[in-house]
Nanobody, 125 residues
Framework: QVQLVESGGGLVQAGGSLRLSCVPSGRTFTVYAMGWFRQAPGKEREFVARITWSGLATDYADSVKGRFTTDRDNAKNTMYLQMNSLKPEDTAVYYC??????????????????WGQGTQVTVSS
């Protein structure tokens, strides 16, 4: 079992920045990759970014590439999603997730086994 706790969401104006945090606990040595997803009202959950557990490889959705960055601080056992130049269309509940069983590190939310509780990000125009 892996538990994930997220924080850092909030309300920001367009063009602003936020940093989300995700702290994993439990059997973290089993984690293959971590991902960030988001879900806006009435829409499907969509891929935002992913990072291997080593932190050496990252991947981003085209819609956030160049604006969002994900990384891991091993000393703090924390994963981050730095979001810059935010747009109203970035408004959603953001989730971090852990790929343990599938070990694919994919962009598909069905390939992730454990999920955080979600944190709301609202970008006003």
């Amino acid at each position: 079992q892996v538990q994930l706790v997220e924080s850092g969401g909030g309300l920001v104006q367009a063009g602003g920045s936020l940093r989300l945090s995700c702290v994993p606990s439990g059997r973290t040595f089993t984690v293959y990759a971590m991902g960030w997803f988001r879900q806006a009202p009435g829409k499907e959950r969509e891929f935002v970014a992913r990072i291997t557990w080593s932190g050496l490889a990252t991947d981003y959705a085209d819609s956030v590439k160049g604006r969002f960055t994900t990384d891991r601080d091993n000393a703090k056992n924390t994963m981050y999603l730095q979001m810059n130049s935010l747009k109203p269309e970035d408004t959603a509940v953001y989730y971090c997730a852990a790929d343990v069983e599938k070990r694919r590190g994919s962009r598909k939310f069905v390939d992730y086994d454990y999920w955080g509780q979600g944190t709301q990000v609202t970008v006003s125009s």
